[in-house]
């Protein structure tokens, strides 16, 4: 049995986690039904089922890397981590590609997000043990990184020329398989989910004012984000002030659901929309949502986007064709 040490940059407390959280509870829930003892850190405590749980400070840290065997860090949780631990070896998960996320930050909170972010990159780069990230194009896109951190150069090549000792790829899974629901099409409910920063909710909105022409009783409904203090909520403000402005009452704007209750929350709708402008956050992203749809059975209709087509293709979830809106997204369906 491995002593496991999860560094969770979200909080976990309110059970509401988003992609990074959900990141974190379904690999300790993996590595617990492998029979490792597993203790989370996050913001605040929070409690996940079979864990030991305690916040992210400099004691707790040096507390739990002296009696863990392992830990893995993601965010820039790790700056701190990597200030105040113990030598144990460290895997740093890339899942989340924050800084190229945060590019859409610029205009807003200037370039200092920007030069934290690379700071907190590189500083993990050259400091895990270890990588994980969720996609090949991912990978592609750390082994660069890796290049010109260092850690990638003649002698990790020679004795591992795929470099699989340095960084791997560990999906995003599901649980097990539930039933699926029988869903309304005659007047249906379309979901949209969180807002964040590189989505367009505005291509989504006037998309279903148009679906209503001929289905009037369609809706569309967003969910506000559970961690607003943390996560700039620019887009969310620009779609709500967009439907009150053209009186678009058929916009409805929800809670974050619970993560043990979500399966209920999505079977209320008919399929999923998804919409974004193509950009390198959607060439590397690894939509979390996505898998959660489709583990449920909600259909999916997306803007397109290489990880995001790939995840529909390879399990037959949908036909694809392009197409484009005069907001400028291209959908594939």
Known sequence: MTRVLLVCPEPLGHGQPAGVGIRFLEIARVLRADGHDITILSPDAGIVEGCRADYINPPTIAQHTDVNDVAVVQGHVANGYFMDAKPIPTVVDLYDPFIVENLHYYTERGPGVFSHDHITLMNSLVRGDFFLCASEAQRFFYLGTLLAAGRLNPVVFESDPRVESLIAIAPFGVQLPRAVATRNLQTPSILFG???????????????????????GTTLTFTTHPNPETTPQGKLAEAMAHCEKHGHDFVRFEPWVPYEQRAEFFDR????????????????????RVYDYLWCGLPVVSSSAPGTDDILHRYHAGRFKSYRHDCGCTSRM
Do not use: K, N, V
């Open 269 to 288: 709708f008919a399929l999923a929309l998804l919409t974004f402008p193509r950009s390198l956050e959607t060439d590397l992203s690894m939509r979390t």
């Open 194 to 216: 969180g807002i964040y920063d590189w989505y367009d909710p505005i291509c989504a909105i006037e998309a279903i004012a148009i679906a209503r022409e001929s289905l009037p």
